[in-house]
């Protein structure tokens, strides 16, 4: 089974646990992913945004097992938060992550960026 983890973390990130449209999740399935494992945080569920058809929806507030729910993806998508962009390259992933542009002092978008420019991640937004 290939597997996408998006995980926010402890925070409050509705605009990437929320970014799944029709054409995302065709998009996950014809990269032959077939399981979202999703980690909404502080944020709500959005069970009402995730049509998936035959795409297995697995959606959680926090787990204590983070990192073996790392170690077991395919493809993370992150918030650009330290803790989870590390702990992602340790366990050898590939990761694209969202920096959160609303933070008081943007320093996930300088962390993101900075790790982009030498190839350790891909950055995006949640259009």
């Known amino acids: 089974m ?12 509705d605009d990437l646990t929320h970014a799944f449209s029709p054409e ?3 998009a996950l399935k014809e990269a032959k992913f077939d399981k979202l494992v999703l980690q909404y945080g502080k944020g709500s569920l959005p069970s009402n945004n995730i049509s998936t058809g035959d795409l297995q929806v697995d959606a959680f507030r926090y787990s204590d097992e983070i990192d073996a729910l790392i170690a077991k993806s395919d493809l993370v998508i992150s918030h650009a938060g330290a803790g989870s962009i590390l702990t992602a390259l340790r366990a ?3 990761l694209i992550v969202v920096p959160n542009t609303s933070l008081m002092d943007n ?3 300088e962390l993101a960026l900075a790790l982009e420019k030498e190839n350790y991640l891909y950055v995006s937004t949640p259009e």
């Open 107 to 109: 320093h996930q978008a």
């Open 92 to 94: 050898g992933k590939k």
């Open 24 to 26: 995302v999740i065709k």
């Open 2 to 13: 290939h597997t996408v983890l998006v995980t926010v973390g402890s925070t409050l990130f």
